[in-house]
Structure formats: structure tokens, C-alpha cells
């Protein structure tokens, strides 16, 4: 069974930092790309930031690059996403989806792409 699920999540106060991960198993192949999405109260999910399990190759959308991190841990089979600088529009539910369509060293047009398997999402919370 393919699964994505998410934690870390929690209550900052702005210009603070949190780090999400995302456990990800039962993918048998090694060139699919794990991604962050998220979604605020009253607003259509976003893509965050995404990464290629097999090249490494990392994707972020223009309102969290130098802030936002994501990296992975193959041995724990582990995406995660360290989050800096944290504003209070950053609240949203966060979740990490997966994408087996992905195809290393092709153009990827990150975030409007669809995934494969999504997980739970985890609640961030900025207070200003």
C-alpha cells in the first residue's frame, strides 16, 4: 500500500520556524517526486514546494523561496520541509502528495501538476 502522511505541524508565532515531515512508503520505484501542498481557510490548495526522489531536483513557488526548505531523507524514506520567517499567511492545512507520473530530468511545471496519492494534511498556525 502507497502512502503519504504528514506531521509536524503546529502553533508559531510570526518570524518563526517549523519543520513538517512527510513519511513515505510502498513506492517500489525510484523516480516519482514528493510535494507540499497547502490550504487555507476559504482558499483553493496551493503548491508549496516539491522534490524528485530520484535526482534531488526541488521546486518552490515564488511566495516561500528563502524561507522554505524541503529536502529528504532516503534512509528513513522522509521528505521534509523546514519552514523559516513563518508569516501569518502561511496558516493553512498542509499536506504531501506524491507524484509517480514524474519523470526525472523532464520539464516540470510544479505546482500545476496532478499527484498520485495524497495524505493527511497538518494544521500550521501563525499568530501575528
Known amino acids: 500500500l502507497s502512502a503519504a502522511a504528514a506531521s509536524g505541524g503546529g502553533l508559531v508565532q510570526a518570524g518563526g520556524s517549523l519543520r513538517l515531515s512527510c513519511a513515505v512508503s510502498?513506492?517500489?520505484?525510484?523516480?516519482?517526486?514528493i510535494a507540499w501542498f497547502r490550504q487555507a481557510p476559504g482558499k483553493e490548495r496551493e503548491g508549496v514546494s516539491c522534490?524528485?526522489?530520484?535526482?534531488?531536483?526541488?521546486y518552490y513557488v515564488d511566495s516561500v523561496k528563502g524561507r522554505f526548505t524541503i529536502s529528504k531523507d532516503n534512509d528513513k524514506n522522509t521528505v521534509y520541509l523546514q519552514m523559516n520567517s513563518l508569516k501569518p499567511e502561511d496558516t493553512a492545512v498542509y499536506y504531501c502528495?506524491?507524484?509517480?507520473?514524474?519523470?526525472?530530468?523532464?520539464?516540470?511545471?510544479?505546482?500545476?501538476?496532478?499527484?498520485?496519492?495524497w495524505g493527511k494534511g497538518t494544521l500550521v498556525t501563525v499568530s501575528s
Open positions: 522534490i524528485s526522489n530520484s535526482d534531488g531536483v526541488t
Open positions: 502528495a506524491v507524484d509517480t507520473a514524474y519523470l526525472a530530468g523532464r520539464p516540470y511545471p510544479f505546482p500545476d501538476v496532478d499527484m498520485s496519492y
Open positions: 510502498g513506492f517500489t520505484f525510484d523516480d516519482y517526486a
